[in-house]
């Protein structure tokens, strides 16, 4: 039984992103067509990060603290980088299957294994302070405020350890539906509330303190006759901003929640694995399909919508400046107008592909492609 529901959800995801199927009837990616280029990104540098994605489809995503970029590698490989120097400050080869990264926060870097490790290093030198035990795969960074370090498991449970010792403080469980997605979004900690988008397509708001449910609210109804079709996982994770809370689900819908009661604000179809941006009163979408789609952000409608990067396993889009920024299994990153939605830019930065959403920090934007390299782009 766990090996078949292994396989159902590996064989699964592969479906999901385009990549299963050797089928006839199966359109390829869509043809890159030329456009009057308007933006350019001058690269600042490059590393290399280990193995990158590794042969699973990890979403390992780096992070900014401060000065200093986080990046991990599927074999176990940590690296903290000057960001925008691009020297090294350290390394740490943890030999661990990594496939949850990167959380940083309060001095602490976060890590999650295929095997239920929750790893805590050292922010400033990278030893490692402890290391716990869960149920199951960590897919997605951990979450801190300090206090506690907030992992979500691929169960669809949520453990809080003592940022200091890694004792557990509070479990809370979720109900796995039958097939899911490989995959979950990263838990968001904000005042007394943690919050988390599951598998069954609800997302809940527990207190940070004790583990008990606020709120818990529906963003996707299964539907169809087939447990394919049912499925609607929550895998992109959560957007906070200003009080309000964005989400996609897969097979779904995106919705606007208000952060405190859980209310629904606003709610749409739409089907998205990877997640949401939000920028300039727009939320953008990268949907299952390749359709990178703006959303009013105060009432769903639709500002735009640009179909020419179809089938090409797009990320979770990026903000970075006027421009929305998608990576593809090709490794190219497209630059588009977040007035209009046409192509302003391009970039190829690995061959193995950008799985991980563009990391936008100011006037910096770092590309994190699958091979392992970490590139760092301003605009020119």
Not at 139 to 155: I, S
Not at 174 to 199: E, M, N, S, Y
Not at 343 to 350: A, P, Q
Request: charged share 20%; hydrophobic share 40%.
């Amino acid at each position: 039984m766990l090996r078949w529901k292994h396989a159902a959800l590996l064989a699964l995801t592969l479906l999901a992103v385009g990549c299963s199927s050797n089928s006839k009837k199966e359109l390829p990616p869509a043809e890159l067509t030329d456009f009057k280029e308007e933006v350019r990104l001058e690269k600042q540098w490059s590393r290399s990060v280990g193995d990158g994605q590794g042969e699973l489809y990890n979403l390992l995503e780096p992070a900014v603290d401060g000065q200093t970029i986080y990046a991990a590698s599927a074999e176990g490989r940590v690296m903290a980088i000057q960001r925008e120097s691009g020297d090294v400050l350290w390394k740490k080869d943890l030999d661990l299957p990594i496939s949850g990264a990167v959380g940083v926060g309060n001095g602490l870097v976060l890590l999650g294994t295929m095997r239920g490790d929750v790893i805590v290093l050292d922010a400033g030198s990278g030893e490692q302070k402890w290391r716990a035990k869960v149920t199951s795969e960590v897919l997605a960074a951990p979450a801190t405020n300090g206090d506690v370090v907030v992992v979500q498991t691929q169960d669809d449970k949520l453990v809080a350890f003592d940022a200091a010792t890694g004792n557990q403080r509070w479990l809370y469980e979720g109900t796995v539906p039958v097939l899911t997605l490989r995959g979950t979004g990263a838990p968001l900690i904000d005042g007394r509330l943690a919050l988390a988008g599951l598998a069954s397509g609800k997302v809940v708001a527990v207190d940070v303190q004790r583990g008990l449910p606020v709120w818990e609210q529906r963003v996707a109804i299964p539907q169809g006759r087939s447990e394919l079709d049912r499925v609607v996982d929550i895998d992109g994770g959560l957007l906070l901003a200003d009080g309000v809370l964005y989400v996609a689900s897969y097979q779904g819908r995106a919705a606007a929640l208000d952060e405190s009661t859980g209310r629904v604000l606003w709610q749409r179809e739409a089907s998205s694995y990877v997640g949401v941006a939000e920028g300039t009163g727009s939320v953008f979408i990268s949907q299952a399909t390749g359709t990178v789609e703006s959303l009013d952000s105060r009432g769903s409608s639709s500002l735009w919508s640009n179909d020419a990067l179809a089938r090409r396993q797009l990320s979770a889009p990026a903000v970075f400046s006027s421009n929305v920024v998608v990576g593809d299994l090709e490794g190219y990153v497209h630059l588009l107008s977040q007035v209009d939605g046409r192509f302003v830019g391009r970039e190829k930065v690995d061959g193995d592909g950008v799985r991980v959403r563009p990391l936008v920090v100011g006037n910096w934007m770092y590309v994190f492609g699958n091979s392992g390299k970490l590139v760092a782009y301003t605009l020119r």
